[in-house]
């Protein structure tokens, strides 16, 4: 689980970062990244019912984006808030496939 210094949480911090974050765009991720001005960057996950009508499908997909998340916090330098939006294919998707997206545009941040 991520710690929680490290969880985008409030309504505010979320619009913030929608109105004025750069857009990464994957086949089946969607990154919106703000720089902030805390210590600690802060992680968001958007997983809505386009992806999966179960909620234990969608669940299962938060659990994955906030574990490989947790495994590559390392590899973000600068403090940044980054929501995450899950598109539908994701649950289809190998779970290798997910951490190597991750890991790839966490690089790039």
Same mark, same amino acid.
């Given at each position: 689980?991520?710690?929680?210094?490290?969880?985008?949480?409030?309504?505010?911090?979320?619009?913030?970062?929608?109105?004025?974050?750069?857009?990464?765009? =994957?086949?089946?991720?969607?990154?919106?990244?703000?720089?902030?001005?805390?210590?600690?960057?802060?992680?968001?996950?958007?997983?809505?019912?386009?992806? /999966?009508?179960?909620?234990?499908?969608?669940?299962?997909?938060?659990?994955?984006?906030?574990?490989?998340?947790? /495994? =590559?916090?390392?590899?973000?330098?600068?403090?940044?808030?980054?929501?995450?939006?899950? /598109?539908?294919?994701?649950?289809?998707?190998?779970?290798?496939?997910?951490?190597?997206?991750?890991?790839?545009?966490?690089?790039?941040?």
């Amino acid at each position: 689980m991520l710690p929680k210094a490290n969880r985008l949480v409030k309504k505010k911090d979320f619009q913030t970062v929608f109105k004025r974050g750069k857009n990464i765009k =994957n086949h089946f991720l969607y990154f919106k990244v703000l720089k902030n001005n805390l210590k600690k960057s802060r992680f968001g996950f958007v997983v809505s019912k386009k992806v /999966s009508s179960k909620a234990n499908q969608r669940n299962k997909v938060k659990r994955r984006l906030r574990s490989v998340v947790l /495994s =590559n916090l390392k590899e973000v330098k600068e403090p940044v808030d980054v929501i995450i939006i899950a /598109s539908p294919g994701i649950v289809k998707k190998k779970f290798s496939d997910i951490q190597d997206t991750i890991t790839k545009i966490f690089r790039d941040i």
